[in-house]
């Protein structure tokens, strides 16, 4: 089955080879995480993402490989909103005997699943690899942020509240539940006094993390390249910690404390999948 018109998407790659602006989980998560990946390609493998990823770069824009893990959500700042569904599955999380509604076809399971498929067909020229590995390299890292995967249904929440954007919270540097995970419950704003980690910071936090939570630790975890899998660990990381924070309150220390090491061991988790994922696509 075709994803869609092929000429439609060649007239979004055309659009989106114009330049891009200044780099805007937010960026520092998906940074982290490619950074782990790439760390843990074989060379040869290195090599053909990179020759891959190329394809996408211009005069004026070139991403390498980490920088790319961000470009999904670039095209969302240059208005390209199509894709947006494909960053989440919102499954429902209904109580207050509440009925939640089921997640869209093309969400992002599919889209992995998808991604994959392009990636394996010989047949698909230089844009489509390019285009499918950047947001094949986005979409893991999203599999693995709790609120991409869920939707809250309550009495106070009758249609969802959007994977957390609209569960109010008072937390520094985000104002709801969504915000406050994709920011890495503060632990890129802890550690490079800014929202966004500029690179060297990105290579050192990826190797703090990564001696934090070794992959001997993930091993078996590591294993399972599944993207329902993913999925069903982040929602229930979900229920069972991350809406443990009530609606309209402050997270306390020890809920930041925790959250800050399931944001770790997730970034981790996700970079050495990603890895295990490329070097089975491309080893």
């Given at each position: 089955m075709k994803i869609f018109n092929r000429r439609y998407l060649l007239t979004i790659l055309l659009f989106i080879l114009l330049p891009i602006p200044a780099l805007a989980w937010n960026a520092s998560g998906h940074m982290?995480?490619?950074?782990?990946?790439?760390?843990?390609?074989?060379?040869?493998?290195?090599?053909?993402?990179?020759?891959?990823?190329?394809?996408?770069?211009?005069?004026?824009?070139h991403m390498n490989f980490v920088q790319a893990t961000t470009w999904a959500d670039v095209l969302k700042g240059q208005g390209v909103r199509i894709f947006d569904t494909w960053?989440?599955?919102?499954?429902?999380?209904?109580?207050?005997?509440?009925?939640g509604f089921k997640p869209q076809r093309q969400n992002l399971v599919w889209a992995v699943n998808e991604?994959?498929?392009?990636?394996?067909?010989?047949?698909?020229?230089?844009?489509?690899?390019?285009?499918?590995?950047?947001?094949?390299?986005?979409?893991?890292?999203?599999?693995h942020q709790p609120q991409h995967t869920i939707s809250f249904f309550s009495q106070d929440f009758p249609r969802g509240d959007l994977g957390g954007l609209l569960y109010k919270i008072k937390a520094p540097g985000a104002n709801n539940l969504h915000e406050f995970w994709d920011r890495g419950a503060g632990l890129f704003y802890d550690y490079g006094g800014r929202q966004r980690l500029n690179f060297v910071q990105v290579?050192?936090?990826?190797?703090?993390l990564q001696g934090d939570y070794p992959a001997e630790q993930l091993?078996?975890?590591?294993?399972?390249?599944?993207?329902?899998?993913?999925?069903?660990?982040s929602y229930k990381l979900a229920i069972n910690f991350n809406y443990q924070t009530a609606k309209?309150?402050?997270?306390?220390?020890?809920?930041?404390?925790?959250?800050?090491?399931?944001v770790g061991q997730q970034i981790v988790l996700a970079g050495h999948r990603l890895a295990a994922l490329l070097n089975n696509l491309y080893g």
């Open positions: 982290l995480v490619g950074q782990i990946a790439y760390q843990h390609l074989k060379p040869s493998v290195k090599e053909q993402v990179d020759t891959i990823n190329q394809a996408l770069n211009n005069e004026t824009d960053h989440y599955i919102n499954r429902p999380y209904a109580v207050d005997n509440k009925k991604s994959i498929k392009v990636l394996k067909n010989p047949k698909s020229g230089p844009l489509m690899q390019s285009f499918f590995l950047r947001f094949l390299i986005h979409l893991v890292a999203d599999a290579v050192k936090l990826s190797q703090a091993s078996t975890k590591i294993k399972n390249l599944d993207a329902q899998i993913w999925v069903n660990e309209g309150s402050k997270p306390d220390a020890d809920y930041i404390k925790q959250g800050q090491v399931i």
